[in-house]
Every structure is written in structure tokens, then in C-alpha cells.
């Protein structure tokens, strides 16, 4: 058979399919449009009017090209027009007869084309290798001139561009969004006196006092040398023996074990800068500061088991979260604050105020909360923004500075020199890293430098008094300098710590006292998961024992669950708890000012037969109130009201999922509308499981109607629920119930505690994030899911 004749042999057999392939693609692409078109046209709204007002994205506008352009035909990277048969074939020796011959390596366009793809992956970050980041600003509300010079926490009158990256520490940059880890939070404020970069992280402390250890903290963290085990995972014997190995990381390790591990998003975390750095006011007294941030939708976490299954249902599930706010209008907001303490009281706390494992407590410091972050735009391709964008502790502007913190001094020569391997020397050249402010110096060439600066001379000093430093007091007012603070120093160079970083445990202590009681279940919890997985018993029993010196309870709690060693088997006197609390460390204080369900996914079960009116009006009064209510139903396709018929126009009601796809896990609550749909869904195994699992992750359920009987199905007798006959509301642990509404949904949401109405009601459990009853009571205990 000839080239040509098998060619029409294929065609001819392949036809029919290709024919329903084709309208299967066409039906799904037209689901896929629905599906996006809302949140993309909406999306690209806000981010447009952003574009007008923020200098860092008309920087990077320049270097931006529209991948979706219909006028711009393919070229090569140098601009020569391709042909279509250049995108489907190799240039290649064809018979006469269409017998294919030899490919030919003169053909240019197709070893472009390979040359780039080969060399597509660059070294990923050594650590905080996944994240997602976003557009936004810093609007400075409060003045904070009687600390420091810098324009950005000085002038009320100016908006700062920023860029902030969220990421985890431990996995790669394929790993879960939603393992037990630290997030980073890093921000890069574009200011009008040079980039500013806080590099921080969502929680105040860290593992380590000394730079000099982090190379063996993160070896011990990453995967094990021998087999590459665990990914992104602190659940090993690695982990666990560095740490306990080093009582400095105690505090931390508290941190690490509470639910601030596994945040619910990245828009309900505090930010922390960690390190002490310091600011100078114009009058050149310097003071050492704390930088904060607080989110305004309050703090909140996932729970384990939920967080676990995210892993593999939707490991994106955290970048998503933060794309689908933004796009559906809820920028990400948190109040910037700092801690100051002045030059005269460094002395006079029981801590080192440059040691990086303990925090300011807010009672003796407070925080003074002077600006706001927005994050309002999300990225227009991850890689050259996202996954391009470097940061550095060392870049601080006039009026902000380093103290001596030993981390922080490791960490700012560690940032540049890592992302000279990572991007190259010229990295600060990238879009995303320049700043919007003029540059210009004498730093030259490099590989792919993209400046190119014209002139004679490329040294100072020059005979043409080019690009001078500043070099007078006239020009330093007009031009603010950077001018290091001339701080006295005196002592024996020595590899030695000061005697306050040797106390390693009031402050773990402190933590564990200022817990709730929920708080303090899950960090057992954690704990107990954590050392469960190390099978080394050295490991895990000194982990148990190490946990006697925070408290004997946690302690005897986790090692009766780990097997470990019990605190009283342990020889010697052990550290009695110090009793003292702090009232700003449990996450349950940070709540937003007002109840809210922004941006909080709430799940509608439906299947035919359902209640179109509640339907209709639930989802209007939830999206109102900021919610996304998604309609999740048998199928991705029209799912029937009572009454209506299948197929006429008008009729059904699309379904955003269906209950495989998606799970309880990636949402926030679950409603389920009345309707005959209801003899359906009880029947439905997965619709059961999905009650049961929102119910174990302490997610507020609403039922109305003959829906109530899925959740008695689901979950009688633990809690209440109402009759099917009765108009009252039933809230039991969280679980709304109620026969029926006499009028169905009329009012707008009215989210505050001891609502009356039925969607009052579940609006408010939706707003107060989990019941934690449920849990403290041993309920879910009792439920399989
Ligand atoms: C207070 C403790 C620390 C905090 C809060 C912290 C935070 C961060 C954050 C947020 C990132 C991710 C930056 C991004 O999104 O691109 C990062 C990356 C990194 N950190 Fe740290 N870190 C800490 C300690 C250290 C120390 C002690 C070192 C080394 C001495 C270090 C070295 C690195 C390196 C090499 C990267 C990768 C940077 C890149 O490739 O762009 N970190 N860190």
C-alpha cells in the first residue's frame, strides 16, 4: 500500500468518530465557555481598572504581548513570518510517490522551536518552591514618621504598588497547596525610593537563631537522601530529630503543630517579617521593628482530614482560591502594622529582641497598625511573573535598615546569591523585579543583560561627572540616599550567642497556655499524626519527651497516642509550666469586624425535582452578601425543576459540578433546597458521604424542607433536626434545619448572631468558619467520612 493509500484508508476509518469527536468538543467546549465566561469577563473588568492607577503594571506592560492576538500571525523569535505547515512537520524528503524520507536538520524553525522547549525549566526555588502571587497596593493611612524617613510609611498621599508571592517551604513546585507547612508571604512594595521587600512568612518565628543552620534545617525537612521520601511533608524522622535535636525550635514547633499550618487560604493569614529590622526617623534616633500583617477576613485553617484529601482532590486548591477572590471581586486585604521598640529598651525584655525563634508579645509591644495591602489583580502568566520574581530580605529603602539578628544577616546574603543560580545574574532586570523608580549605576554586562546603557565611561569617578552617587546635603534632600545608621560596635570576634538566646521554652509554653481549647485538641492532633509517622523510636520519644518542657498534659496526650515515652517515665526534674497567657496568639482572636461570608464557597445539592423559587433566591441572597454558591447536581448538565420540562428552553438550571468532581472538602458549607429531588438524594451514597464529611470537617449544613431528611438520614441521632411540618428553625451544632418557608427566601442576609430566619442562620455558621462543638464533644468521632 502507498503513502497515499494508507493515508485514505485511515481517513476513511476514522471519520465517523472524529465526526462525534468533534461535537462531543464542541458540546464541552461550549460547557467549559459557560462555565468561565462569568468569572473571566468580571475578572478582567477589575483588572483593568486597576491597570490605569498602578505604576508597577504599566512598567510591566511594556514587555507584555497578547498570547490571544487574531492580527499577529506565529513568527519565529526573530520575527520571520511562519507558514502553517511549519507548526505540523519537520522539513523532511518526500518522494514523488509522498513516501517519507530522511528530516533534515537545516530546518531552523523546527530547532528553534526545540532549542526552547529544551531549555523550558529552571532550577526551582531551593526552598518556598510552590506558591502564587498577585498584584495589588500598599496604601499607608497613618504616618510613622516619628520612626523612620522612608517616603512609603511616611507619605498618607501615595499608593504603593506591590507584588506578593504566597508559597510553601518544603514541597516542590509540583507539590500540594494544602500539606502542614509554613506559608511564605512575601511582599515587594514598588516604592518611589527603590523596591522594599518584606520576605516573611504566616507565622512570627522561626526554627532557627543562626543562619549558619539552615542548610541542615532544610536538608533534614526536604526528603530523605536515601529514597527521596516524604514530598512536602514534616511527617518524618528527618524532620522531627533536627528539630528536637535543637530546643531552640520549640517555639516554632508549637507554631508548625497548630492549625496555622494548614491555612484556609492564603487570604486568611496573618503575615509576619519575622526578623527584627530597624528604622531611622530624620532626625537619625533608630528603633528595631516588627512588620505585621493582618488579614481582614480574619484567621482561619483547614481541618487535617480535610486538608489531607485537598491534597490529592485539588492540590491547586490555594492558588485557586486566590484567583477565583480576585476575579470575582473580593480583593485580598490586610491591615500592616508594626511593633516598635526604641534603642533605650533593647535591654529590657527576658528575651533577646533580636532572636528570631520568640515573638514580642503584644501586651508588652503593640502593634500600630499604619496601612493597608490589597491584593486586587491576579498574574498574567505565572512564569515570568510568579515564578521570576525574586525576593530579598536586603532590599530595604532610606529609613529602614538590619539589626544584628544573626538569621537575618545569613538570610540577606542567601536571597541574591541563590537567584543568581536560579535566574542569572541580570535577574533584577526581569520585569517583574525592576524597579518603577529610575535606576543607574556602573554594574555592567552579565549574562542576558537586556539594558543597554549608552555612554564612555562605565566607572566612577569619570570625567564627565556621569551618573554621580549622591553627594551632597542639598542633593540627599531632593534625593533621599541610603545612609547606613552609624551604629557603635565592640566585642571579641567569637563564634558565640548572646546568654538570653539560650532560653528556649517560655515562650513555647506561652503559646500552648493562650490556646483554645479546640486549638489545643488539634495541636495534639497534629503532634500525634506527625510523630506517628517517624518509626525511628529514638526520634519520637524525644519528641515526647522533649514535650514535657512545654506542658505535661500535651505531652502525656501525645505520647499515649504515639506510644512514646510518658513524661513521668522520663529521669530528672522536668520545666513546670509558667501559667502566663497571652491574649494574641490564639487565631480565634483574629475574626473580621464585622460577620461576613466573602468570598466563602457554598455548595448547592440538587437533582431533579428541586425547588427553583429557594434555589433562585438562595443563591441571589448569597451571592449578595459576597458567597460564591456553586450548584452541584448529578450531572454537569441541566438539571429540572418541579414542573419544568426537560429540553424546553428556560427550563433547568446548569449544574457548576457534579458530586464526584468536586467534594465537600473545596467548599465552605452545604445547602440542600427543598423539593421531591430529595427522595433522589437519599438514595445518592456520595450526597450522604458529602453531608457526613461537611459535618466531620465542622462545616455548617442548611436542609429545608424534604431535604431534611438527608440529614437525618446522614446524621441522626447526633444532632437535632427539624420537622418537616414545623416553621421552626433548628440550629444543632451548627446543622439548620426547618420544615418550610412560608414565602420562601424574601429578605436580604442578615449575618449576626441569633438570627431568626433560616438563611440568617446558616448565613451566621457560615461567617463563624466551623463548629467546634462538634468536635470538642466527640460527635465526629462517631461519623464515618
Ligand atoms: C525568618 C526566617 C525566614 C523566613 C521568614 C523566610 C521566608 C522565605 C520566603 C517567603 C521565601 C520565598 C520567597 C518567594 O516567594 O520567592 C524564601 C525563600 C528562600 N529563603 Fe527564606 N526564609 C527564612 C529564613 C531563611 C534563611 C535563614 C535562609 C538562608 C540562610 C533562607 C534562604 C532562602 C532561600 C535561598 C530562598 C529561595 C529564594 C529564591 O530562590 O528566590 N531563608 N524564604
Not at 49 to 63: G, H, M, Q
Not at 310 to 319: A, C, L, V, W, Y
Request: aromatic letters at 10%; hydrophobic letters at 40%; glycine letters at 8%.
Amino acid at each position: 500500500m502507498s503513502t497515499g493509500q494508507r493515508h485514505n484508508a485511515l481517513s476513511s476509518t476514522t471519520n465517523i468518530p472524529r465526526r462525534l469527536e468533534k461535537k462531543k468538543r464542541n458540546t464541552m467546549s461550549a460547557v467549559m465557555e459557560k462555565v468561565h465566561d462569568k468569572l473571566s469577563q468580571a475578572g478582567d473588568a477589575i483588572q483593568d481598572s486597576s491597570l490605569l492607577s498602578n505604576a508597577k503594571v504599566a512598567s510591566i506592560k511594556a514587555d507584555m504581548v497578547d498570547g490571544h492576538a487574531k492580527s499577529q500571525k506565529m513568527t519565529t523569535d526573530f520575527g520571520v513570518t511562519l507558514p502553517e505547515t511549519a507548526s505540523n512537520a519537520w522539513l523532511r524528503v518526500v518522494d514523488g510517490e509522498g513516501r517519507q524520507g530522511p528530516m533534515l536538520l537545516e530546518d531552523s524553525i523546527g530547532r528553534e522551536k526545540i532549542h526552547r522547549f529544551d531549555h523550558e525549566r529552571i532550577p526551582e526555588r531551593v526552598v518556598h518552591a510552590r506558591g502564587a502571587g498577585a498584584f495589588g497596593y500598599f496604601k499607608l493611612k497613618e504616618s510613622a514618621e516619628d520612626v523612620t524617613h522612608a517616603n512609603v510609611l511616611t507619605n498618607t498621599s501615595l499608593t504603593t504598588p506591590v507584588f506578593v508571592r504566597f508559597s510553601t517551604v518544603l514541597g516542590s513546585r509540583g507539590s500540594a497547596d494544602t500539606v502542614r507547612d509554613v506559608r511564605g508571604f512575601a511582599v515587594k512594595f514598588y516604592t518611589q525610593e527603590g523596591n522594599w521587600d518584606i520576605v516573611g512568612n504566616d507565622i512570627p518565628v522561626f526554627f532557627i537563631q543562626d543562619a549558619i543552620k539552615f542548610p541542615d534545617l532544610i536538608h533534614a525537612a526536604k526528603p530523605e537522601p536515601d529514597n527521596e521520601v516524604p514530598q512536602g511533608q514534616s511527617a518524618h524522622n528527618n524532620f522531627w530529630d533536627f528539630n528536637i535535636l535543637h530546643s531552640e525550635a520549640t517555639h516554632m514547633l508549637m507554631w508548625a503543630m497548630s492549625d496555622r499550618g494548614i491555612p484556609r487560604s492564603y487570604r486568611m493569614m496573618q503575615g509576619f517579617g519575622v526578623n527584627t529590622f530597624t528604622l531611622t526617623n530624620a532626625a537619625g534616633e533608630r528603633s528595631f521593628v516588627k512588620f505585621h500583617f493582618k488579614p481582614e477576613l480574619g484567621v482561619h485553617s483547614l481541618v487535617w482530614d480535610e486538608a489531607l484529601k485537598i491534597s490529592g482532590q485539588d492540590p491547586d486548591f490555594h492558588r485557586k482560591d486566590l484567583e477565583e477572590a480576585i476575579k470575582n471581586g473580593a480583593p485580598a486585604k490586610w491591615d500592616f502594622g508594626i511593633q516598635v521598640i526604641s534603642e533605650s529598651q533593647q535591654d529590657a525584655f527576658e528575651f533577646d529582641i533580636l532572636d528570631a525563634t520568640k515573638i514580642w508579645p503584644e501586651e508588652l509591644v503593640p502593634v500600630r497598625y499604619i496601612g493597608e495591602l490589597v491584593l486586587d489583580r491576579c498574574v498574567d502568566e505565572y512564569f515570568s511573573q510568579t515564578e521570576q520574581v525574586a525576593f530579598c530580605t536586603s532590599h530595604v529603602v532610606p529609613g529602614i535598615g538590619f539589626s544584628d539578628d544573626p538569621l537575618l544577616q545569613g538570610r540577606n546574603f542567601s536571597y541574591f546569591d541563590t537567584q543568581i543560580t536560579r535566574l542569572g545574574i541580570n535577574w533584577q532586570e526581569l520585569p517583574i523585579n525592576r524597579p518603577v523608580c529610575p535606576y543607574l549605576n556602573m554594574n555592567r554586562d552579565g549574562a542576558m543583560r537586556h539594558r543597554i546603557t549608552k555612554g564612555k565611561v562605565n566607572y566612577w569617578p569619570n570625567r564627565f561627572e556621569g551618573t554621580a552617587p549622591v553627594r551632597t546635603a542639598e542633593e540627599a534632600s531632593a534625593i533621599p540616599a541610603y545612609k547606613e545608621y552609624p551604629q557603635q560596635v565592640v566585642g571579641i570576634k567569637q563564634r558565640l550567642q548572646a546568654p538570653k538566646f539560650k532560653e528556649h521554652f517560655n515562650q513555647a509554653t506561652l503559646f500552648w497556655n493562650s490556646m483554645t481549647a479546640i486549638e489545643k485538641l488539634h495541636i495534639i492532633k497534629a503532634f500525634s499524626f506527625e510523630l506517628s509517622h517517624c518509626d525511628d523510636e529514638a526520634v519520637f520519644n524525644n519528641a515526647c519527651a522533649r514535650l514535657a518542657d512545654i506542658d505535661v498534659e500535651l505531652a502525656k496526650a501525645v505520647a499515649e497516642k504515639v506510644g512514646g515515652v510518658m513524661p513521668d517515665q522520663l529521669s530528672g526534674s522536668r520545666r513546670q509550666n509558667h501559667g502566663k497567657k497571652s491574649a494574641f496568639l490564639s487565631q480565634m482572636v483574629f475574626i473580621p469586624k464585622e460577620p461576613t461570608i466573602k468570598s466563602r464557597r457554598v455548595a448547592i445539592l440538587i437533582a431533579d425535582g428541586y425547588d427553583k423559587a429557594f434555589v433562585t433566591a438562595a443563591k441571589a441572597a448569597l451571592t449578595a452578601a459576597g458567597a460564591v454558591p456553586l450548584v452541584i447536581g448529578p450531572k454537569r448538565s441541566y438539571i429540572y425543576a418541579e414542573g419544568e420540562t426537560r429540553g424546553t428552553k428556560g427550563h433547568g438550571v446548569w449544574a457548576d459540578h457534579h458530586f464526584e468532581d468536586q467534594r465537600s472538602t473545596l467548599f465552605d458549607a452545604v445547602l440542600l433546597p427543598p423539593g421531591s429531588h430529595a427522595t433522589s438524594l437519599t438514595t445518592n451514597g456520595r450526597v450522604i458521604h458529602w453531608i457526613k464529611e461537611s459535618f466531620g470537617h465542622l462545616k455548617p449544613i442548611g436542609a429545608v424542607g424534604s431535604s431534611v431528611k438527608l440529614v437525618k438520614k446522614a446524621l441522626l441521632p447526633l444532632v437535632e433536626a427539624a420537622d418537616e411540618d414545623s416553621r421552626e428553625v433548628v440550629d444543632s451544632y451548627g446543622v439548620v434545619t426547618v420544615g418550610g418557608l412560608d414565602g420562601g427566601i424574601t429578605e436580604a442576609l442578615n449575618i449576626v448572631k441569633g438570627a431568626k430566619s433560616f438563611m440568617g442562620s446558616f448565613a451566621y455558621r457560615i461567617s463563624m468558619h466551623r463548629c467546634w462543638e462538634r468536635e470538642l464533644e466527640g460527635l465526629v468521632d462517631q461519623v464515618a467520612f
